[in-house]
């Protein structure tokens, strides 16, 4: 393919009158000839439904795996990240709104050519343990993505989504065998909120976190806390039940704070008193590994049997690194979930 250039999308039907269905995200938007879909980069064009960002990168940039944040997949090492314009959400608090949002607000399309060629060679010269697809939602850039993750799965280098997960089952049964880990936005865990504050609904992305367990891809789940919005303590101990429950005990749930922004500039900073009880209720629904984020200080990793300090962090850096061989803890031998763990 030609990078940079529209290409034919994938996950999608042709209907009558030149309609098409996109089958990529769970808007499953019908699209008139000469429209685009809510994400704004994919069009129909006579009858022919293309992607608009393939081979189009607005970011590429080497991050600890830490800022995605993945807190137990292969930690202190580095993932190239890389991201398009687009997205199927319009977050009122959205952090990259500029690029995010971009397609809809404006109806540009911008970004360096880059073949997915390039970026795997991109990351391998700069020794990455994993390339992220993130910054902006990568459903939206799915055919990219794939690409890329194919290659890179050839040459040994891991995949990572930081994802809404407002994808479709379609897609991620697509992906299956390219994906190996995912950070989920769970973003609140009311439909009302989903739909007024987001533009998406709560069912779909519980169904994907479900499906990537299912699938076999280490899932971390991030809920960013907004004052008056999802701060709630029943709707939290909602969100840290399903986690547990359905997930399972050993799922990281990174408490994020909010710092006003976008839509959101008269919303003040989440208290830290309220992400110091999200923390305590996690615990109390039998959480295992639960890391506050946007807060100075440490987020370890300690054993849920027996409290040895495991994984000691400050920010993104790792600071020590004691799980033992076999992945288990080197005081009780308690197996510690995630995958890469131990130092090599």
């Known amino acids: 393919m030609t990078s940079g250039e529209p290409v034919e999308a994938r996950l999608y039907d042709r209907l009558e009158n030149r309609r098409v269905q996109c089958h990529l995200c769970a808007h499953r938007c019908r699209i008139s000839e000469g429209k685009r879909g809510i994400c704004a980069v994919r069009e ?194 909602d969100a840290a039940r399903f986690v547990a429950q359905e997930l399972g005990p050993e799922t990281p749930w990174h408490i994020s704070r909010f710092f006003p922004g976008y839509q959101l500039r008269h919303v003040p900073p989440t208290p830290v008193r309220t992400l110091n009880r999200a923390l305590e209720i996690g615990e109390e629904e039998g959480l295992r590994y639960i890391f506050a984020g946007n807060v100075p200080g440490e987020a370890n990793t300690e054993c849920h049997a027996c409290g040895e300090l495991l994984i000691r962090r400050a920010g993104y850096r790792i600071l020590g690194n004691r799980v033992a061989p076999g992945q288990v803890c080197p005081n009780c031998g308690t197996p510690v979930a995630g995958v890469g763990l131990a130092p090599t």
């Open 44 to 237: 129909n064009r006579n009858g022919t439904l293309y992607s608009l960002v393939y081979g189009r990168t607005v970011s590429q940039h080497i991050d600890p795996i830490e800022k995605k944040p993945l807190a137990h997949f292969y930690p202190g090492t580095t993932a190239y990240s890389i991201a398009t314009v687009g997205c199927n959400f319009h977050c009122e608090w959205c952090q990259n709104a500029n690029i995010s949002q971009m397609p809809r607000e404006t109806g540009l399309i911008v970004g360096e050519r880059a073949a997915p060629e390039e970026i795997v060679s991109a990351a391998k010269r700069a020794r990455c343990r994993s390339i992220a697809y993130t910054y902006t939602e990568p459903t939206v850039f799915f055919e990219y993505a794939y690409d890329t993750a194919r290659l890179a799965r050839q040459d040994g280098i891991a995949n990572v989504y930081v994802t809404n997960g407002f994808m479709t089952e379609e897609m991620l049964k697509a992906f299956d065998g390219y994906l190996d880990a995912a950070n989920v936005d769970l973003k609140a865990f009311r439909d009302e909120t989903y739909r007024r504050y987001v533009g998406g609904r709560l069912q779909p992305v519980l169904d994907s976190l479900k499906l990537m367990k299912d699938l076999g891809i280490w899932v971390e789940v991030t809920t960013l806390v907004v004052p008056d919005i999802n701060d709630d303590e029943e709707e939290l101990r």
